[in-house]
């Protein structure tokens, strides 16, 4: 099956984890990726259905499990960045990716990306997540409903 192609706001086409990268790097200002890592759970109040598909590896709900932020300079692949998630010891599903544009040919500095990872990690806690651009382990986008 043919992995989706998402259109990041820019209208730039992200079949892949390099192509946001890529994306990132040829904005007009500089920027910093934001990443909140997360994992598929079985909510307390599911039904015997819910649970069985659970089970089968579908459904669930995605909780948030680590988050991190870094400029696209800081990265090279997207399995340098599965690897250092290793560090971490907790096996994830999917990771959310957002950006945070810099200013006057800055970057914006980790201390202000401190807010808006926390919002982010709140979205997706509240199961809002259409405004992040969703990646596998294999760095594939996903479509999630």
Do not use: C, Y
């Amino acid at each position: 099956m043919r992995q989706p192609t998402l259109r990041s706001s820019s209208n730039v086409n992200i079949s892949n984890f390099d192509d946001l990268l890529r994306a990132a790097r040829e904005q007009p200002e500089p920027q910093r990726l934001l990443f909140v890592f997360a994992h598929a759970v079985l909510p307390d109040d599911s039904t015997p259905e819910q649970r069985a598909r659970f089970e089968a590896g579908e459904g669930g709900a995605l909780a948030p499990l680590m988050a991190v932020d870094k400029t696209p300079e800081e990265m090279d692949t997207f399995a340098a960045l599965v690897e250092e998630s290793r560090q971490f010891g907790t096996d994830w599903a999917v990771v959310f990716v957002t950006s945070l544009p810099g200013r006057a040919g800055r970057p914006p500095t980790s201390k202000e990306a401190d807010q808006p990872l926390q919002r982010m990690v709140e979205s997706i806690k509240a199961g809002s997540i259409g405004s992040f651009l969703p990646f596998n382990r294999q760095g594939e986008p996903m479509l999630l409903s």
